[in-house]
């Protein structure tokens, strides 16, 4: 039974960022956003919504009640989304571009707007510096409090920042509504099907956590490991199937900014939350999760600031990074 809903949970989640996708790049096109905005903002935000929700509910339980296990959980997931962006998801990517090279304008080149990319790796390195740092060192309420504020404002600031940049505007947006295909759809119901897929991610999401949970958790993995782990992997990673569409139609922009955005996100809003309403203090996995983020952050904007391309055998540095993880992560359960 919980295979089953592990199964039919993960293809709710695929079938509902490919109906985003499609409305998303139409929505764009209407607001006359660019590329850059659609990927870093529209698509990064809408798909962050689900495995936000997990630090969410977790943090506000820690919080209500004290509960040290619900405080480790919402730490963990809080780290793990960053982590496993810049990380997995980057691997993903460039598994991506070498799978569909025959297909692709560009082969295994990954051709984005690089003052869009460059600007969400740069704020996803600071952000998410100030962040962990404030979990090693031990700061006061007052310090950490003032530090959430800080990276909400600057989360504010890129937002205003890639929308009002938004680089080269989206080359051929689909011309149908999934959901609408007999005519051009008005806009409510774009809206409508945005709306209505994130809220489908959100529900797949939220029934393959729990199910990946309950297999865990005869494992007697500690909850803070499967929320490190398990809860970012569960919602994250089926949620960038967005990046995959994308690379596989030429719309490199869309795909790493959607990644890249996120990033951005993840290390901002989240991390507040840890912030003011837990005690934030990161043990060994988690400094060692948010070490490997940042190498991976630092990696690409190095990629980036190359006048060569990017190719698609570059991104797969993503997968050793994380594999490093998984390692450590084994050895700490023996």
Do not use: C
């Not at 991976?296 to 540095?317: N, Q, S």
Request: proline fraction near 4%.
């Amino acid at each position: 039974m919980i295979i089953l809903e592990l199964v039919l949970s993960a293809a709710a989640i695929v079938v509902a960022a490919a109906l985003f996708t499609n409305a998303v790049e139409i929505l764009g096109e209407r607001l006359n956003l660019g590329e850059g905005a659609v990927g870093s903002v529209l698509a990064a935000v809408g798909t962050a919504l689900p495995e936000t929700m997990i630090p969410l509910v977790a943090v506000i339980a820690s919080f209500l009640t004290g509960s040290s296990a619900a405080g480790d959980i919402g730490v963990g997931a809080i780290l793990g989304a960053p982590f496993l962006l810049a990380t997995l998801a980057m691997f993903v990517a460039g598994v991506s571009a070498l799978a569909f090279r025959r297909r692709r304008e560009s082969d295994d080149e990954v051709v984005v707007d690089e003052g869009t990319a460059k600007r969400d790796v740069l704020y996803f390195l600071v952000l998410f510096s100030l962040g962990a740092g404030a979990g090693i060192l031990s700061l006061p309420l007052y310090l950490k409090v003032a530090l959430a504020v800080l990276l909400v404002g600057a989360y504010g600031l890129y937002v205003w920042q890639t929308i009002r940049s938004g680089g080269e505007k989206e080359e051929d947006p689909p011309e149908k509504l999934t959901l609408w295909p007999s005519s051009e759809a008005p806009t409510w119901a774009v809206v409508a099907q945005v709306v209505g897929t994130i809220a489908m991610m959100g529900a797949g999401a939220h029934f393959f956590v729990s199910a990946v949970e309950h297999l865990s958790k005869s494992f007697g993995v500690p909850a803070g490991l499967i929320a490190l782990v398990l809860a970012p992997l569960a919602t994250e990673l089926p949620e960038k199937f967005n990046s995959v569409i994308w690379l596989k139609g030429n719309k490199d922009t869309l795909a790493l900014g959607n990644i890249a955005g996120a990033m951005v996100f993840q290390s901002s809003v989240p991390v507040a939350m840890g912030l003011a309403f837990t005690s934030w203090r990161l043990d060994s996995l988690n400094i060692l999760a948010a070490a490997l983020a940042l190498a991976g952050g630092a990696y690409l904007y190095l990629l980036l600031r190359r006048k060569k391309p990017i190719e698609g055998e570059h991104l797969l540095v993503g997968g050793a990074l994380y594999a490093v993880f998984v390692v450590a992560a084994v050895f700490s359960l023996l």
